[in-house]
């Protein structure tokens, strides 16, 4: 199967899923979510966003190394 | 036949096959071949060659939605076969003398 | 054999050539296919006529000439060849420079697909962990916290797709400045010869 102008079309479904998963993070954080994502050790480690020393980290831990690790 | 006559000959063949009307290469490969052994590998480089010394022009026409090239034969490209055909005459000369002699043994 | 499989073979056939000089041998072989099949001729039977895809691309092959090394410097005279080898240190070190500093700018350049790549796959990783584990967390940390989850693994999502549309878009375009400057390069000493 050929997906007609599939750069363009991607573009869009690239964007749109970036805004969703923004307005759905947004709505999270307007429903008070910045107490919720404190997390103490005993975060379980499939949690990939949480609150570390006043910082917002979105980590994916990997077999002792980390895969991905941003922190804002 | 001898390699550097032929590819001569093949030369003006191709030109020839372009004096009544403008032709597309496999239409060149069947009118030539009637004549003289030719092949899309052999016919490729006279084109492209008689191309660049402006003998023939090339463009494209569109035909059952693909692009189809057409040779049409320049001013210089008849001039060519022209000469050609005036270099035959003494060449024409020559085998006459050749054979005469021949026979006169 | 059938149209395309003679056509690819062609085209591998004459894949060192730049892509203009190949395209003009492929169209040339793929009318002449074209043209035999319109005739009434079966694909089969069209493609039987012509000589085999080696026998093409070495006729094409040197029709357009071989490569020559040129060197327009007089090397002939001992007075070059000494001020040649006494000058090495300038124009080597010079030479080298140069390449170094076209290296530095492939490497440069080379970042960002790579870039692309490493991108496209961690948040993969990102998008699939954080979107089918949100709801664990929502379960055993909080709902909030789970659902901010989904948020990010959403966003991942997204970002992974503009990820490999880049590194889509730029591999061709970092493959092609490659190409283009070792042409340019091999051009500086070597220059075709045409066989006519």
Not at chain 1, 25 to 31: F, H, N, P, S
Not at chain 2, 78 to 89: M, N, Q, S, T
Not at chain 3, 86 to 108: E, K, Q, R, S, V
């Amino acid at each position: 199967m050929v997906i007609r102008n599939f750069r363009k079309k991607a573009l869009i479904a690239g964007l749109i899923f970036v805004l969703t998963g923004s307005l759905i993070v947004g709505a999270g954080l307007a429903a008070g979510g910045q107490k919720a994502l404190i997390a103490g050790s005993s975060k379980p480690w499939y949690q990939t966003i949480w609150i570390e020393d006043g910082k917002v980290v979105v980590s994916l831990d990997f077999l002792n190394g980390s895969l991905f690790h941003i922190s804002f | 036949m001898d390699s550097q006559l032929k590819k001569g000959l093949l030369e003006i063949c191709v030109l020839a096959a372009l004096a009544k009307q403008d032709s597309y290469g496999y239409q060149i490969i069947k009118d030539v071949s009637q004549v003289i052994e030719i092949s899309e590998s052999t016919l490729y480089p006279i084109l492209k060659r008689l191309e660049a010394s402006r003998d023939l022009e090339t463009y494209s026409v569109e035909h059952n939605s693909r692009l189809r090239k057409y040779y049409r034969l320049t001013d210089s490209g008849r001039r060519h076969i022209a000469d050609f055909l005036d270099d035959w005459k003494s060449v024409m000369a020559v085998i006459d003398f050749i054979k005469g002699e021949v026979h006169h043994d | 054999m059938t149209e395309k499989e003679y056509l690819d073979a062609l085209n591998k056939a004459l894949k060192w050539l730049p892509k203009p000089e190949k395209e003009i041998c492929f169209n040339y072989a793929r009318e002449m296919i074209e043209d035999r099949i319109e005739n009434g001729l079966p694909e089969a039977e069209a493609v039987a006529q012509l000589e085999s895809p080696q026998q093409m691309a070495k006729a094409f092959l040197e029709d357009r000439g071989s490569l020559k090394f040129k060197f327009s410097l007089p090397i002939n005279s001992v007075m070059t060849v000494i001020l040649l080898i006494l000058g090495f240190p300038l124009w080597g070190a010079l030479l080298l420079a140069g390449l170094m500093i076209l290296l530095a700018g492939f490497l440069l350049a080379g970042c960002v697909p790579f870039i692309c790549v490493v991108m496209t796959v961690s948040l993969l990783f990102v998008a699939l962990v954080s979107v089918s584990a949100s709801p664990f967390v929502m379960v055993s940390v909080s709902l909030i916290a789970g659902v901010i989850q989904l948020g990010v693994g959403v966003m991942a999502l997204g970002g992974l797709i503009l990820a490999a549309l880049g590194a889509s878009l730029t591999i061709p375009w970092f493959k092609a400045a490659v190409m283009k400057t070792a042409q340019f390069l091999r051009s500086l000493f070597f220059q075709e010869v045409s066989k006519w």
